[in-house]
């Protein structure tokens, strides 16, 4: 296993980070072609689901290989370490952490020992039964002294790795068929031993996960965006409670489960690319939609229309669209600027820094102006791009957010504040708008988004604006991001975790239905 200096990046944006999703998978089955880019210009195209690491495995069918590091795809790999991953079986991931820190040591792909062989393995999503899973690794086979939790790897990612070892004799498909229906949460799974690639979605099909084919194989991707980049067309999606196998004899599909969809409205919202289909809906006209639905339910006066980019863009097409009200670029963004490794100076950042966007003066001075946005998180953010509208000479600004409060946070793999740190948790919508310095702010509705969406309610995960979660939850105790690292730092000293007592609340409203 191989890896670069290890270092991490610093976003130099000076505001909040918003909602982040946990991470982008990318798989690919093609003899005969170089499958080690492939999987670069696939996870280029997912670099939006993370930022934190990155890595590809291959197989030439006898071997192994794995290189990860810190950083973005472009920022971990070069030409010359791309040559060394040979082989016509590929498995990719870039990383931004629910479960287990940011670390090199949870990068993935992860790498464990099998029955028959190895198994690279990389995950989208959040489990909530990890400390159940963890237990029955210690029940099997004793606290590991190889593989990746030996090795440090806190995330949830090596628990699975670590179970797929199976039993002596059962080969890793069958291993992968026992074991699934025995994992909680919402995840992604894509993974190979020497010979073949494996693909799994949950039940609930919190996450997307597609099917492409190449001329020559075929690929598995988080969106449909890394399967154009790569030149495969799209098939299909892999449905919830789905697993397949493709290898030399083709391509096999067994259900592990009943399907009960659940998909993150949020993908809709803010995380899948615009470019994406999820369920058979575009996100960029669900995203639009989105934005007429808001100026129905919120009309305003006002001058011009301008998004946040470019989250905000897609919205800001649709307000203006059925307001009437011009659309305009009231924002200049530096494309060049995304993650680095130098960090601005303290004296830098007080300054508030603005490396991403800048106001266009002259679009903005004087002018009413209708800003949307995708969401509110803690607020920063928003405080910041009013700030600047201000500064800019804007006559009134008025925020419209493009997705109801959020109000709860996420367990199936998206990254929020705790509940504590949302600011809608706390302030009505008045006391937000004076807090950032609005003129006025208003959200769409939680019916407006799902219409918007054209799927049907009960087949959406609404929790982060509703409370209501599809997936029930564990105790607090058995919840939480760094939930491995305190295990393993306790176990020594007989120590189980403690529990947060804002998470406790949360998960005790919850089953009882608060």
């Known amino acids: 296993m191989a890896r670069g200096d290890g270092q991490l990046n610093h976003d130099l944006m000076p505001f909040e980070k918003g ?27 997912l670099q939006h689901r993370g930022q934190e690491s990155a890595g590809i495995a291959t197989s030439d069918g006898e071997r192994i290989s794995v290189y990860k590091d810190m950083g973005l795809v472009s920022q971990v790999f070069d030409e010359s370490v791309l040559e060394t991953l040979k082989g016509h079986i590929a498995v990719g991931h870039c990383r931004y952490s629910t479960t287990g820190s940011s670390s090199w040591a949870n990068a993935q792909p992860t790498l464990g020992a099998t029955a028959n062989g190895t198994v690279a393995l990389a995950h989208n999503g959040n489990l909530i039964n990890s400390a159940e899973l963890y237990q029955l690794i210690l029940d099997r086979y004793g606290k590991p002294k190889t593989g990746e939790i030996a090795q440090g790897n806190t995330s949830d990612t090596a628990l699975v790795t670590t179970l797929l070892q199976g ?26 031993d020497e010979n073949t690639l494996y693909a799994a979605r949950d039940t609930y099909g919190v996450r997307p996960l597609v ?28 449905e919830p409670g789905e697993f397949i196998a493709i290898d030399a004899d083709g391509i096999r599909s067994t259900k592990f489960a009943e399907p009960t969809p659940a998909g993150c409205v949020f993908e809709y919202v803010y995380l899948a690319r615009p470019d994406a289909t999820i369920a058979g809906r575009s996100v960029y006209e669900s995203r639009v939609e989105m934005g ?27 307000y203006a669209e059925e307001s009437g009200i011009p659309f305009a670029h009231g924002f200049v963004k530096n494309a060049y600027v995304g993650r680095t490794f130098i960090q601005p100076s303290q004296t830098l950042r007080q300054l508030g820094i603005r490396l991403k966007l800048n106001a266009l003066e002259s679009v903005i001075r004087g002018k009413r102006v209708v800003v949307v946005d995708d969401s509110i998180v803690r607020g920063n953010t928003q405080r910041a791009i009013v700030g600047m509208l201000r500064e800019a000479g804007a006559a009134e600004v008025h925020v419209k957010i493009s997705s109801p409060p959020v109000r709860w946070p996420c367990f199936y793999g998206i990254d929020f504040a705790t509940r504590a740190e949302l600011i809608a948790n706390g302030a009505t919508i008045d006391e937000i708008a004076a807090s950032i310095g609005a003129d006025s702010l208003a959200y769409i509705s939680e019916d407006g988004m799902i219409d918007a969406t054209r799927q049907p309610r009960n087949r959406l995960c609404t929790a982060c604006f509703t409370g209501e979660y599809p997936i029930e939850l564990p105790e607090a105790n058995a919840l939480g991001k760094n939930l491995l690292e305190v295990s393993a730092a306790g176990a020594g000293a007989g120590c189980e975790p403690g529990p947060d007592a804002e998470l406790e609340r949360l998960v005790r409203e919850q089953k009882q239905g608060i």
């Open 211 to 238: 099917l492409g084919r190449l001329e020559r194989g075929w690929v598995v991707a988080s969106e449909q965006a890394a399967l154009a980049t790569v030149g495969a067309s799209f098939i299909r999606e892999i």
């Open 292 to 318: 007429r639905q808001l100026a129905r339910e919120n009309a305003h006066e006002a001058d011009i229309v301008i998004p946040v980019p470019e989250s905000g863009t897609p919205a800001a097409v649709g």
């Open 167 to 192: 039993e002596e004799g059962a080969s890793l498909e069958e291993t992968a068929l026992a074991l699934l229906p025995r994992i909680q949460g919402g995840f992604c799974f894509v993974f190979m």
């Open 19 to 45: 909602p982040q999703d946990e991470c982008g998978v990318f798989g690919v089955w093609a003899p005969g072609e170089e499958v080690a880019k492939l999987s670069y210009y696939g996870l280029y195209a």
